[in-house]
């Protein structure tokens, strides 16, 4: 058989493919995208690609275009220098402090959906604004803008994987704008002395290399953009991927409800089984051997965390949704130096929300399986109708 990541028959499920990649096929060759592009499929090779940043760099971006380095998407020293400005708003001390405003926005957004007829979306209604309001409070972002907010972020990830980025453009300038003109604020305030509210808006804009510059409003910019993209698209998709497979077979949603002590299980296995992010980009810098294959410097490189997260050498019954799996290293949220930011949030908010669906809505069941996001390298549930009545 062959595999191509944009088949209809992978885009709707992303998994279909993934044996004859890891068993026939470890480096694979596709041209139907411009750049082509190679991926790498097995658990060994995606976590020796992750960890060797000096031969799969990220200085021409993570996603399938060569792109200019900018914020954290590109090696060292420029990407240490951000990781480490930011690095301290999420760490497991400083997510505990979001404990709370998580439980209490997730009570609300529940409660709101039991005021209602019965149907409810679980995209729209809970796995959207949970992240997306969080990560914008830590913005400084305004409530009002929360729904404009969201859209930029939808647009900012479609583009990336789409045939012509040029028609998001008009969209991604408006985005541009309308955080330039608060980072310009939030500076001028900080270089005339004012008052500051302590949000990461705030500390970007701050932000000085050791020369003491201030950064480029380029890679502010970058960081702005990863960072919404990041702090809430993915566990958007996490949320709905994980109530879509727990209610699919309603055996599971029996099973948490009576060992609550499984959330957290349940969380990192969909996490494995259904990763938000496929996989990612990096560029050679050099020619790589690797399984009687040769991929050219300067080549783009698919790093298939789904398809390592099912390597059979790694993971028991890999095809197998296990509540019971017992701990092993995912890569979903990548490995060593670009290790994403926000796991231990989006760890976080989704087991929140599980909690919180189990107790208030346990009679929770699927309505239909909804409509998947649409970047090939992305997976979750653009639509889950759910009913709790």
């Known amino acids: 058989m062959s595999w191509s990541p944009f ?6 499920n ?3 493919g993934v044996r004859h990649l890891l068993q026939q096929c470890p480096v694979h060759y596709c041209d139907e995208f411009n750049p082509a592009f190679y991926t790498l499929s097995r658990y060994e090779d995606v ?17 399938p275009r060569f792109t200019e380095p900018a914020g954290m998407l590109c090696d060292p020293p420029q990407h240490t220098f951000f990781r480490k400005l930011l690095q301290g708003w999420f760490t497991p001390v400083a997510v505990k402090g979001l404990r709370k405003p998580v439980i ?3 009570h609300h957004l529940i ?11 679980a995209h729209d209604d809970l796995a959207f604004p949970l992240p997306v309001t969080i990560i914008a409070q830590l913005l400084g972002v305004p409530d009002d803008d929360l729904e404009q907010f969201k859209y930029w972020s939808d647009i900012q990830v479609a583009a990336m994987g789409a045939a012509d980025p040029a028609v998001f453009i008009d969209d991604q300038q408006a985005f541009q704008s309308y955080m330039l003109n608060h980072f310009r604020g939030k500076r001028a305030l900080i270089q005339d002395g004012g008052d ?25 910019l970058s960081v702005l953009n990863q960072l919404l993209v990041g702090g809430n698209e993915t566990t958007t998709s996490l949320i709905t991927n994980l109530l879509w497979r727990l209610l699919e077979q309603p055996a599971r949603w029996e099973m948490l409800k009576k060992e609550p002590t499984l959330i957290p299980q349940a969380v ?10 496929l996989g990612l980009y990096r560029s050679t810098t050099r020619e790589v051997k690797l399984h009687g294959q040769i991929i050219p410097a300067g080549s783009k490189v698919y790093i298939h965390y789904a398809a390592a997260n099912r390597d059979p050498s790694v993971f028991k019954e890999p095809d197998l949704f296990d509540l019971t799996r017992p701990s092993a290293r995912h890569m979903s949220f990548g490995l060593g130096l670009h290790f994403c930011l926000g796991a231990t949030t989006a760890r976080l908010e989704a087991e929140v929300a599980l909690r919180l669906l189990l107790e208030k809505l346990p009679n929770l069941r699927l309505v239909h399986n909804g409509e998947r996001i649409g970047p090939f390298f992305l997976w979750g549930r653009k639509t889950l109708p759910l009913a709790w009545r």
Not at 47 to 63: E, I, M, P, W
Not at 111 to 121: H, K, M, R, V
Not at 201 to 207: E, P, Q, R, T
């Open 14 to 16: 992303p998994a279909s």
């Open 47 to 63: 976590a020796n690609a992750l960890r060797d940043v000096d031969t799969f760099s990220s200085q021409f971006g993570q996603g």
């Open 111 to 121: 409660d709101s959906i039991l005021e209602g007829d019965g149907n409810f979306d």
């Open 7 to 12: 088949s209809s028959e992978t885009l709707e």
């Open 268 to 277: 990192e296995e969909s996490l494995r089984y259904d990763p938000p992010v």
């Open 104 to 106: 209490n926005l997730t």
């Open 196 to 220: 500051q509210t302590e949000d990461l808006l705030a500390v970007i804009a701050g932000a000085r290399d050791e020369s003491g510059n201030y950064a480029s409003e380029v890679d502010a």
